[in-house]
């Protein structure tokens, strides 16, 4: 599916938002990690340099854009838990229903 300009714009003005939200959620995790008084720092320490290097590549932090991948990026994210199917609501019907289409895919 060649997706419009409109969903093209949208989406890259969205992702950003997106990805920051979910690493505020990140953060908040590595908090209540980091306050978990039953390890010893160097054990937190060691795990949390860990996570952070996985958390990193994750696409809820980083992703190359380009258009021709829009929807799958979409549907990665959904299946991720970065965004929810309710974040598209400013999307064309067409990027939608394609969207739902590959996810109900599985």
């Given at each position: 599916?060649?997706?419009?300009?409109?969903?093209?714009?949208?989406?890259?003005?969205?992702?950003?938002?997106?990805?920051?939200?979910?690493?505020?959620?990140?953060?908040?995790?590595?908090?209540?990690?980091?306050?978990?008084?039953k390890k010893p720092a160097s054990e937190k320490f060691w795990e949390l340099?860990?996570?952070?290097?996985?958390?990193?590549?994750?696409?809820?932090?980083?992703?190359?854009?380009?258009?021709?991948?829009?929807?799958?990026?979409?549907?990665?994210?959904?299946?991720?838990?970065?965004?929810?199917?309710?974040?598209?609501?400013?999307?064309?019907?067409?990027?939608?229903?394609?969207?739902?289409?590959?996810?109900?895919?599985?």
């Amino acid at each position: 599916m060649d997706i419009s300009k409109k969903d093209w714009k949208l989406f890259r003005e969205r992702l950003s938002g997106w990805q920051e939200n979910y690493m505020e959620g990140l953060v908040k995790e590595y908090a209540n990690f980091l306050n978990d008084d039953k390890k010893p720092a160097s054990e937190k320490f060691w795990e949390l340099e860990k996570r952070i290097k996985e958390d990193k590549r994750h696409p809820g932090v980083i992703m190359e854009m380009s258009k021709s991948e829009v929807i799958w990026d979409i549907v990665r994210l959904i299946r991720l838990k970065v965004i929810t199917y309710d974040d598209l609501s400013d999307f064309s019907d067409e990027l939608k229903q394609e969207v739902e289409r590959i996810l109900e895919m599985k």
